[in-house]
């Protein structure tokens, strides 16, 4: 007897059975590929834009970290020569943008930007003397209370008259090598109302404080480390000297 099974097909033998039997499963591949919707193309493009303005953005806030950095560092403010290495014979390095006295106001401004006469007037007081009650800031109030401090900065009376009000002997110098020379080699510090050039755009105050072994001078200028770092050609520094005064101890 024939008959069919309910699929319209022949019923299986037991040979074909047994072959079926040993036949393995079908099995998903373990990386077999997939399909994507235009909403996962959607939310990966999403995604990517997100962490690429992420990376821009943490790129930005260290770089501007990094430039703060350098520009706080090649801002920092001067540190001036330690008043307890303050001694005569030696003129210390003292700067008008020294925070001890940056702040102070003198001649209608601060004094880091108004402060060179004082503070130079201070660097000769220390090294005639070896005493540290005239610092830049003593120097300026004694300005202010004879009358040398005025928009234009420091007159020229106080390098003179200021002096003397310290126990110092001020005295005009002649704008030539040889005159500057025997000043300083005679133990005088000196200083200089520079004029536009190498040292200033209007005005400016340094101190003469030594000459180098290959006949250089050596600068004590209270508003650049730099400047005071570097030894100068005569000619370069007394060329652009407007006034001069050279000073001993009273």
Known sequence: MSYTNSFGSAPRTPAVRRAHARRPPRRRPLFAPRTFSAAHVVVAAVLVCALGTLAWCTASALGALSAGAQEAGGSEAPLSTPRDEWRAGEVP??????????????????????????????????????????????????????????????????????????????????????????????????ICSMGPGDFTSTGHFIVLCGIDRNGRLMVRDPNSPERSAQTWDFDVVLGQARAIWAYDAA
């Open 93 to 190: 390095s003292l700067y008008q943008g020294d925070p001890a006295w940056a702040s102070v106001r003198y001649a209608g401004a601060d004094f880091g930007e108004s402060g060179c006469g004082p503070t130079c007037l201070s660097m000769v007081y220390i090294a005639l003397t070896g005493r540290d009650d005239r610092s830049p800031a003593d120097m300026a109030a004694l300005s202010e209370q004879m009358g040398c401090a005025t928009p234009d900065g420091t007159a020229w009376a106080f390098m003179t008259e200021g002096a003397a009000s310290c126990g110092l002997i001020a005295r005009e110098v002649p704008a030539d090598e040889e005159s500057v020379r025997r000043a300083i080699a005679g133990g005088s510090p000196v």
